[in-house]
């Protein structure tokens, strides 16, 4: 199993962007040093308070020249939001300067603020994903290419430079709803699982659509599994959770509110808030809830949700890798 860690270039209140990007650097270059397989970025845009990262193939060049060994991954771009011959040339670009260690993850983010800020209508997403992923496969993979879609139209164009690694880096894509599992199993590519807006019991059923849609649509073998877990390590469970606990309700309480207006508001912003409910009250008002947040507060001794404690698990959810969000 490939050990990943996962940020978002954290830009809390109180924080001043150089420091923040100087500190999110750094935890990048002691990953490689600590013996992580691979770094994975985020993207995120207009969420003042929680993150710098809203230029990753930027921060992926930084990095590459940064190290020589660990793996660099987009977790994700968000592919409505990108113009394809641009996005086609950049990650082709960093593919070169890190000599062939980019992993490139691609989805559509269920944060309105996203799409509102770059006048994108969100319905609209889904086709853009699909056309601009099309495109850049072209890009990649075709000396020439012409497109006539819906949002791009392209004629004998020639995208330089191709990648590094061919046909292109490894794809992955991002799933976050029911329906969107299924979709990736039936693209044949791996998927991408972040566990925070989807209750652990809710994974196998999800993941179950993944590959029972991979194998009808015919790919072979069976489609990997990157599950991205937040952990803090600490001699003692109790420890842990007092000193993650501010910082994770923080969180739970920015995407609860950068969700709300969403197409995921009924689903997620309710769990969301129940687990900082939970929390400010100190006690569960049910057992599913003390679980929610005692595995977004895990501690040293027990780091890892149920679904990847034991081989056996871990076989059963098909997990090939597991990021930890720093």
């Known amino acids: 199993m490939e050990i990943g860690l996962f940020t978002e270039f954290q830009s809390p209140p109180g924080m001043d962007e150089a420091q923040a990007f100087d500190e999110s650097l750094a935890q990048m270059t002691a990953a490689e040093e600590l013996g992580f397989d691979s770094v994975w970025l985020a993207e995120i845009h207009f969420q003042k308070g929680r993150s710098v990262l809203s230029s990753p193939l930027v921060i992926a060049t930084a990095i590459a020249a940064r190290t020589r060994r660990v793996r660099i991954g987009i977790a994700v771009q968000i592919l409505p939001l990108a113009h394809p011959l641009h996005l086609a040339e950049d990650v082709a670009t960093v593919d070169h300067l890190s000599k062939g260690r980019l992993d490139f993850g691609m989805g559509r983010s269920g944060l309105p603020e996203h799409y509102e800020g770059f006048n994108v ?3 609209e997403s889904r086709e853009r994903f699909n056309e601009t992923l099309e495109i850049l496969v072209k890009a990649w993979t075709e000396e020439r290419f012409t497109h006539e879609g819906k949002y791009f139209q392209y004629r004998n164009v020639c995208v330089t430079p191709k990648p590094f690694q061919k046909p292109h880096p490894p794809l992955r894509v ?3 709803t029911q329906e969107t599992y299924a979709i990736v199993g039936r693209m044949g590519v ?3 699982i972040a ?3 989807t209750p652990i019991s809710d994974l196998e059923r999800f ?3 993944y590959h029972e849609a991979w194998r009808e649509a015919g790919h072979p073998g069976r489609g990997e ?3 991205i877990v937040p952990v803090y390590l600490t001699e003692d469970g109790r420890q842990a959770r007092e000193e993650a606990r501010a910082s994770t309700m923080h969180f739970f309480r920015s995407i609860a509110e950068a969700l709300s207006r969403g197409p995921r508001r009924e689903e997620a912003v309710p769990r969301l808030l129940l687990a900082v409910r ?4 100190g006690r569960a008002d049910s057992p599913p809830a003390r679980a929610r947040l005692d595995a977004a507060l895990r501690g ?3 780091p890892a949700p149920p679904v990847t404690r034991s081989p056996q698990q871990r076989e059963r959810f098909g997990l090939d890798s597991r990021s930890c969000r720093s």
């Open 121 to 123: 209508p969100h319905s």
């Open 174 to 176: 991002a799933a976050t």
């Open 190 to 192: 791996p998927i991408f």
């Open 195 to 197: 566990v925070r807006t």
């Open 207 to 209: 993941i179950g659509g």
């Open 225 to 227: 599994v990157s599950l």
């Open 278 to 281: 939970v929390d400010e009250r």
């Open 300 to 302: 040293a001794r027990n």
